[in-house]
């Protein structure tokens, strides 16, 4: 039997408040229902049932490490644990890993940026889609924390409750435009950390005012303006795409920009896009709290991307999220956290591999599959 070190996977999840009730006749232990879970999902398992199935196909090798007094949990067991479970306990243990789990580098770059789980919705019952907002560290490659939102615009409420449970200090925080609110960077600022926020038509006057000023700068060519330039270029399958980013650092003549808590610069991010022979311009304007160059910011407005490449599109590709069925009370939250579980266990293994790879590795290779597990403590 392997022990569970402290700090640990097992350790940690060990300590997350069972939802049934005393006097239920619980035959499982909610460790090894969770365990099971997170294992299956590595392997590529979508369903409970087929959860259940994997359980018993590999039942003698959970039972070196797992007590499993009475076996495998049925898929009706798994169903109902994962529908009762709390979603914030989950996620609180869930944070408590990924910081045991998580290295504190000095000027990470923390995206923050929500997901919609499409298959969580019930349209005849009138139940929307959940929405899963998450803070992604692009330096440790993996999902800090996450909370359930009822929908999008909830994001708002759910940002500031991620930033109080995440250390954050000397990080850089990027958030799209939804979290472009004044609250929310007077938050980062009192954490001791830096933004760089995506300014919208939801900021109205501020926008306009942004624009304007970009827009001024081009006609003087940026003339006694603290400004910088930087471009990138990249190609491939038939696509070119330029990048030009611009910086403002003195942003005194900004009326009222005293009201953004930190406040000190303003950037411009100009993708040109060529595709058989056709271009499309796209510029999309920020706020930020540093007077770093053209280049600094380029740099972390791409790490930012990260959260759509390395954590939703992953969700999506790899783990199928949005196909998931799971609509039934907690079912679809608690089911996003185990994914996102999986994800990061995958991406902490030190394997060059893809994602791919790695999982289907695992399915094939339980050696396999217990370093991923024990290479971070099981």
Known sequence: MIEAQEGSFLSIFSQLKDPRVENDNKKHLLIDIVTIAVCAVICKCETWEEIADYGEEKQDWFKTFLKLPEGIPSHDTFRRVF??????????????WTNSIRKTIKGDVIAIDGKTVRGSAHTSLGKRAIHMVSAWSTENGIVLSQLKVDEKSNEITAIPEILDSLDIDGATITIDAMGCQKEIAAKIISKKADYVLALKQNQESFFERVEQAFARGFEIDFENMNYSYHQTTDSGHGRIEERNYFKIND?????????WKGFRSIGLVEAIVTRNGKVSVERRYYIASFEGDAEQFGQIVRKHWQVENNLHWMLDVQFREDDGLKRAKNSAANFSVIKRIALNLLKKESSPWKLKKKMMKAIYNEGFLMKILVGHGV
């Not at 009762?84 to 989950?90: A, C, N, V």
């Not at 942003?251 to 009201?259: A, C, G, K, Q």
């Open 83 to 96: 529908m009762l479970l709390d979603p914030k306990e989950f996620g609180r243990c869930f944070l408590d």
């Open 251 to 259: 942003v005194e003549f900004l009326n009222r920009s005293s009201d």
